[in-house]
């Protein structure tokens, strides 16, 4: 029952103006720009418990190909779990949908993007979509 709401709605998603949203909660930190969330406002089929893919940066990737990345990995992800426990408001904004049908947004904090204080960090590449920076070589 609950697919065939999805594949319901799916057409009217697709074509969609998002705008913004605020999280109401971060159900958990999985890496520096990949986050899950609850958003009280949306239904609950598409608002609980979604994935975010923060919209701009690449980070290194918890399971990567090397210690260093691995490392790395840990580092962005406990500065986004920081930055995310210490805000008053989380905001998306433009959400859209990407390459693997993943929710990416820019993600505010307390009205400051994200992405830019993990890329202030060095912990994050930016990312337009296309092939990703390697994180051992560094």
Known sequence: MKWAVLFALLPAIAWADYGSVRVDEVVRVYDGDTITVNINEWPALLGHEIGIRVNGIDTPEIRGKCAGEKQ????ARDLVK???ANADVIELRNIDR???FRVVADVYVDG???GEKVLDANLAHEYDGGTKSGWCSL
Do not use: F, T, V
């Open 98 to 100: 990407g390459k693997y």
């Open 72 to 75: 790395k990995a840990r580092e």
């Open 82 to 84: 920081g930055i995310l």
């Open 112 to 114: 400051q993007e994200l």
